[in-house]
């Protein structure tokens, strides 16, 4: 055998190969984000299966899912909220009795009038 042919038949073989390989590549890429390729059915399955079903095969391939945390965001706005309104209340209540404690008494006696109502 010439080594031409060696050779040739070598990079023939890498090429088939890695066409062969890239064919399965290909399908798992179409995939959507949520989604693994199973070589079982030929298709792309979705990964809430992984859910039901953890021991199948690829599950590994599947991104994290996210949860859906929104009553968490809504308690703590609500519980913020309702913080601000209590620290606000206190300051104003502190407010206002101060203000009610801190009148002065007159130092002058009022001058009393008497009037056409009030006979002497």
């Known amino acids: ?35 693994f390729f199973n070589s079982d059915l030929g298709d792309c399955v979705p990964c ?6 953890p021991k199948t095969p690829s599950c590994n391939t599947c991104p994290p899912m996210e949860k859906h945390d929104s009553w968490r965001v809504a308690a703590i706005t609500s519980f913020s909220v309702l913080a601000a309104v209590v620290v ?8 206002l009795v101060h203000q009610c404690r801190s009148r002065r008494t007159l130092s002058e006696p009022i001058e009393e ?8």
Do not use: Q
């Open 1 to 35: 055998m010439d080594i031409d042919t060696v050779f040739r038949t070598i990079c023939l073989l890498l090429v088939a190969g890695t066409h062969l390989s890239g064919t399965n590549a290909e399908k798992s890429s179409s995939c959507a984000k949520y989604e």
């Open 48 to 53: 809430s299966t992984c859910i039901e079903f």
């Open 88 to 95: 606000f209340g206190a300051l104003l209540i502190g407010v």
């Open 113 to 120: 009038t008497t009037g056409p109502l009030y006979p002497v």
